[in-house]
């Protein structure tokens, strides 16, 4: 008998600890409601954590594919010349996006627009010793207004978006070699993961060797868009980097390439002097101020670089 009365005490004292009705086993509800609250939290951060890279991805596949599009490199109709001229110029703009070393090798989207800085700075070191003198976008806009001679072995470059490797990479080879560089900024990447920070930015801006040129608010694709919208992503996003820098920005990129009539005109009106599209040539004159051609880095690799170069002056 006493062995069965120990037993049903037992038995009656684990339900109050299995139940929860010890206070020490007991969860308060403010616990309760916090691990709740942060549960919640970080599973909604991995969603949009996840559609974010999404995003991202889809933006990164969208500049190859409309950089590469045919429509985004074909000429336009001429647009009205105000101040006809037969005045031509050969300059090759060579466009530039990435310029690092991609430690993913499945990252096939930002292998293609990449150039590796050791390859960036062996072409600065063949121009150098070829005699070929770099520029800045908006100084080519300078000689089509009769303001500035540019000589023969002129070269301009370009690097679109403000990626990070721009501070890190291209700016201390840039001051190495005593070279110009025209950069497009995005500005509401300024200080995003991958992009040139603000205080990155002012630096850049401060170093005398680059121009800050403006890119769009976002990288939105003008073509097509109203023409209000593509007001407030030109016009906005000068005023935006005039006033974070403190100087004027004189010239444009349109995102993907893509451009109207309407893009035209409201680059015109904002008081760009000039414009640079993924056309490909580099014979500019007054009537593709507004969409002046560019050619790709890759296109003037190889041990033949300045052959390659030499022929863009011949096309």
């Known amino acids: 008998m006493k062995k069965r009365r120990r037993t049903k005490r037992l038995i009656h004292k684990l339900p109050q600890t299995i139940s929860g009705k010890s206070k020490k086993s007991r969860i308060s509800p403010i616990l309760a409601g916090v691990l709740v609250a942060t549960c919640i939290y970080t599973f909604f951060s991995v969603v949009n954590k996840q559609n974010s890279n999404n995003i991202q991805n889809e ?67 063949t121009l150098e010793s070829n005699g070929f003198k770099t520029f800045y976008v908006k100084e080519l806009a300078e000689a089509l207004d009769g303001f500035r001679i540019m000589p023969k072995k002129s070269v301009i470059l370009t690097f679109d978006d403000g990626y990070e490797d721009f501070y890190t990479y291209v700016l201390p080879i840039l001051k190495k070699y005593k070279v110009k560089a025209t950069l497009y900024v995005i500005n509401d990447l300024v200080g995003s993961k991958g992009y040139i920070s603000q205080k990155e930015l002012d630096e850049i801006a401060s170093s005398g060797f680059v121009e800050v040129g403006a890119h769009t608010l976002d990288h939105d694709y003008l073509k097509g868009m109203s023409k209000e919208a593509q007001m407030q992503q030109i016009i906005k996003s000068k005023d935006e980097l005039e006033s974070m820098l403190g100087i004027q920005i004189k010239t444009f990129a349109y995102p993907f390439g893509a451009f109207d009539d309407n893009s035209i005109n409201i680059v015109k009106e904002a008081s760009f002097s000039a414009a640079v599209s993924v056309i490909p040539g580099n014979d500019h004159s007054e009537e593709d101020r507004y969409y002046l051609y560019r050619i790709r880095a890759g296109s003037i690799l190889g041990g033949n670089m300045i052959q390659n170069l030499e022929k863009e002056y011949e096309k």
């Open 59 to 125: 933006r990164q596949k969208m500049v190859i594919d409309e950089y590469h599009y045919q429509q985004s490199l074909e000429r336009p109709t001429p647009i009205p010349n105000t101040n006809p001229t037969d005045f031509h110029m050969k300059v090759p703009i060579i466009m530039y996006h990435y310029v690092e070393y991609v430690k993913d090798p499945r990252d096939t989207i930002r292998k293609s627009l990449n150039i590796d800085p050791d390859v960036f700075q062996y072409q600065l070191q």
